[in-house]
């Protein structure tokens, strides 16, 4: 992994939606619309909730929401033109801020030029898979695969060698420009061996750039093996933290951080707990006093943390499934930092507490976490340097209607943050050694101890 992904926190935001762009391409003769700048206005709003990095969805060319793309060489009009990039990547770098661009390698729109031509050119038909029973478009011949049925998102052939070039000079190309790394857009859907082909032309280049796929289900840890990505969203952290909270059973989330823990010992995943795919957490959640639980587990255990913008805010929003559904999740940000409403200011400076918490320990980001105490309402999470196992922070949580008295080994921690702002940091540490104590936790609240 990239060294400095060791240390980074992301900020994902979806560009199409947070500049109110429109929802599909414009017209050839419109003018370029530079949105980018309305994006470039929170560089230091990131900066200033504890991010090193900005994860962008899709900013190229295409027909409707970025995941159609037609040409991965061009900024979408809707968003701004070169030199917007231009200016936008050195205003990032200014700040020391990372950029990850979204990657879309497994389908590409109809408006594609060499899909455009496939009809009547056999060796552009040779970039796409074919499906004997898909339908097509006058021109296009039909019969081509389409992503996951969306009739819209036509497959490429990734065992095509042309498609392979343009993948390597896509990322080469933006990553030359001042991109960090890429996300892989459904990674899980290309082979792995695809990836590894195009890392290794493309990493002698670019050996400081960092690769994370879009893998929701399956083996992770094998998929990186055979990939050579150095990381993979880790959509089983995801699932287990909202639904452990909603159903009051914290074994599943103790199961799944068993198996992150295995994780963490080949790679280090991308961990979140909403992105531009899902529900707001705000929302998931049955019990809005279980959000700084969720983000107390995101920040106190091992991987690579990300924060979809609004987040941060508390915003809400359903995905449905249907056309259009993703438009709740995918809102458009105001002006300025200003502007938000000042309902969202206390969900705001949680993130920025736990944030900071993460950044003054940063040998979190390899944490293995264990529970010495666990039921169903209750837990103890034990987080703890690989490489100096005295090194730890214990994670308090109590979804139960009635205080508990939780049992901790709590010699040389004090209270880092909890979930009564005003409580922390609070008191000195106890004293050196592992002595058993107990430590109480409200109704519904949270605590994290540690090295102060």
């Known amino acids: 992994m990239a060294p400095w992904a060791d240390h980074a926190i992301w900020w994902q935001v979806y560009p199409l939606g947070f500049t109110g762009a429109e929802a599909a391409a414009l017209p050839p003769q419109a003018p370029v619309r530079h949105r980018l700048r309305h994006l470039e206005a929170w560089l230091d709003y990131a900066v200033e909730l504890g991010c090193s990095g900005l994860q962008l969805g899709p900013v190229f060319a295409s027909e409707t929401h970025g995941y159609d793309t037609v040409d991965h060489f061009r900024i979408d009009p809707r968003l701004g033109d070169d030199a917007d990039f231009d200016r936008f990547a050195a205003a990032a770098r200014d700040r020391g801020l990372h950029l990850l661009l979204d990657g879309v390698f497994n389908h590409v729109g109809r408006a594609f030029p060499v899909f455009r031509r496939a009809g009547a050119d056999p060796r552009a038909a040779a970039w796409f898979r074919r499906d004997a029973g898909a339908g097509g478009e006058a021109g296009d011949g039909g019969g081509y695969a389409t992503f996951e049925g969306h009739h819209r998102l036509v497959a490429l052939d990734h065992d095509e060698p042309a498609v392979l070039d343009h993948v390597v000079r896509v990322m080469d190309h933006w990553l030359s420009r001042g991109a960090s790394g890429w996300r892989l857009d459904a990674a899980y859907a290309v082979p792995a061996r695809f990836w590894r082909e195009a890392l290794e032309r493309v990493r002698p280049r670019h050996p400081g750039a960092w690769f994370v796929g879009e893998v929701i289900h399956g083996d992770y840890a094998a998929y990186v093996r055979e990939s050579g990505l150095d990381s993979v969203t880790q959509y089983e952290l995801w699932k287990a933290i909202w639904s452990s909270l909603n159903d009051g059973n914290l074994h599943e989330l103790a199961w799944t951080l068993d198996?992150?823990?295995?994780?963490?010992?080949?790679?280090?995943p991308l961990t979140f707990v909403g992105n531009h795919d899902v529900t707001r957490l705000a929302s998931r959640l049955a019990d809005r006093r279980h959000l700084g639980h969720a983000l107390a587990v995101l920040f106190t255990v091992g991987g690579v943390p990300s924060v979809y913008y609004g987040d941060e805010q508390a915003f809400t929003g359903v995905k449905e499934e249907r056309e259009g559904g993703d438009d709740a999740v995918r809102p458009a940000f105001p002006g300025s930092p200003g502007e938000l409403s000042p309902l969202g200011r206390p969900v705001h400076r949680l993130h920025r507490r736990l944030i900071g918490l993460?950044?003054?320990?940063?040998?979190?980001?390899?944490?293995?976490?264990?529970?010495?105490?666990?039921?169903?309402?209750?837990?103890?999470?034990?987080?703890?340097?690989?490489?100096?196992p005295g090194r730890r922070v214990l994670?308090?949580?109590?979804?139960?209607?009635?205080?508990?008295?939780?049992?901790?080994?709590?010699?040389?921690?004090?209270?880092l943050e909890s979930s009564a702002e005003g409580d922390a940091p609070a008191g000195p540490p106890a004293a050196p050694g592992r002595t058993p104590s107990t430590h109480t936790v409200p109704a519904h609240g949270w605590t994290v101890l540690g090295p102060r």
């Open 358 to 388: 993460r950044r003054r320990h940063p040998w979190l980001v390899r944490a293995r976490t264990a529970l010495p105490y666990l039921d169903n309402r209750a837990a103890v999470l034990e987080s703890c340097d690989p490489a100096d």
């Open 259 to 268: 198996r992150h823990g295995a994780l963490l010992e080949t790679f280090t």
């Open 395 to 415: 994670t308090l949580l109590n979804v139960d209607d009635r205080p508990r008295r939780l049992p901790v080994e709590a010699g040389g921690l004090a209270v």
